[in-house]
């Protein structure tokens, strides 16, 4: 399985709750036990949300994911006796925690804490802040550091269709949380996320269903390794980070009926932020006989002599294109925020 590398170095939004497991206090008896913290996590179906792939959509986090999760006395980042919540130096760097079973009510999943054990809130009962990021890195010791993550280049294999999950970068934070009170911690996308959608241009008569016959949409030559840094949430652009080009291969999407007026959501990707190079080149490869090759044709988009494809942090870039056999034309090129689909950064439209 193709999943996303990591290095030592984001429906919709994911929220994550931590919770105080409910002590009793009255005027006689107060409770100053600090309670354990419990992480539930839910998300929006309704909109873009974390995966790439259509049906991902529809669910909450796959089952055994991980997260990391940092917990500190607020206005700290170190500690030099991780896990004492006794000590001026409570801190818990990096915890690892998979997404469990459904909540009773359906709607979150609950988060367990790898290991078995539970993370105190602090026993001298003071605020905390809290730092969460997705997918989880075994190798991070610091809260002060930036992570690379890498994502698959080809994202249409089978094995990496259903790991989209590894290539959505999240993160989110709280600060300055009460003692023994719920956080609420928002996680937001890092990355950026492509959709490509594909119509016939007005000169080819045929059946929308044909567009099934797509082979393959690519972007050529772009940037897959950026920097998260997890104090801050800052992502950097992918282009400040390496010089390496590769070809990214969009997952393909449902396959259209014969009663479709246009492909939706046909090709998908996440990539990090990036300005990419002049002359960036977006191919769909289409098939118009599936049993003949010698009817394949490579339909090449690319941008002015000047201009460069630009791919923001927690947006989503939608394409649209029509294909006809006078070649290829783009009708329309949207850019929205990943986590509710509003209308963020100002879009163009092409006449037909």
């Known amino acids: 399985m193709n999943k996303i590398t990591t290095y030592s170095s984001a429906l919709a939004i994911v929220a994550l709750t931590l ?10 008896h107060p409770n100053t036990v600090p309670e354990a913290i419990r992480i539930t996590t839910s998300l929006n179906a309704q909109t873009l949300t974390r995966a790439a792939k259509l049906d991902e959509q529809a ?52 988060l367990n804490h790898v290991g078995g054990s539970q ?4 026993a001298d009962a003071s605020n905390i802040d809290v730092y969460m990021y997705a997918p989880y890195v075994a190798s991070v010791s610091a809260l002060n550091a930036e992570q690379t993550f890498t994502v698959t280049a080809d994202q249409n294999t089978t094995t990496a269709a259903s790991d989209y999950i590894n290539n959505d970068v999240l993160w989110g934070e709280v600060k300055n949380n009460t003692f023994n009170t719920d956080v609420d911690c928002k996680l937001s996308h890092k990355f950026a996320k492509v959709v490509v959608n594909i119509k016939f241009g007005p000169d080819r008569q045929g059946s929308y269903s044909d567009l099934a016959n797509i082979i393959s949409v690519k972007l050529k030559g772009v940037y897959l390794t950026s920097k998260l840094n997890f104090a801050t949430g800052a992502v950097k652009d992918a282009n400040q980070v390496t010089t390496d080009h590769k ?19 046909m090709a998908l990707c996440v990539l990090p932020p990036q300005q990419t190079m002049v002359g960036t080149t977006l191919e769909i ?28 942090s927690g947006k989503v870039t939608t394409f649209t294109f029509s ?30």
């Open 285 to 312: 490869v289409y098939q118009s006989d599936p049993n003949d090759a010698s009817t394949q044709v490579t339909y090449s988009y690319t941008g002015s002599s000047t201009e460069a494809f630009t791919f923001y």
């Open 247 to 265: 070809d990214i291969t969009f997952w393909l999407g449902d396959k259209p009926t014969a009663q479709a007026t246009d492909m939706k959501q």
């Open 59 to 110: 669910t909450l986090l796959s089952k055994d994911n991980k997260l990391g999760v940092f917990v500190y006395k607020t206005g700290t980042t170190t500690a030099t006796k991780l896990g004492d919540n006794q000590s001026v130096s409570y801190g818990y760097a990096n915890e690892e925690f998979t997404v469990g079973e459904l909540t009773a009510s359906g709607t979150k999943n609950v």
């Open 323 to 352: 294909i006809s056999p006078d070649g290829i034309q783009n009708l329309s090129t949207d850019i929205t925020n990943w986590d509710d689909g509003t209308t963020t950064l100002p879009s163009t439209e092409h006449a037909f």
């Open 119 to 122: 993370i105190p809130y602090p």
């Open 19 to 28: 919770t105080a497991c409910g002590g009793v206090m009255d005027d006689d």
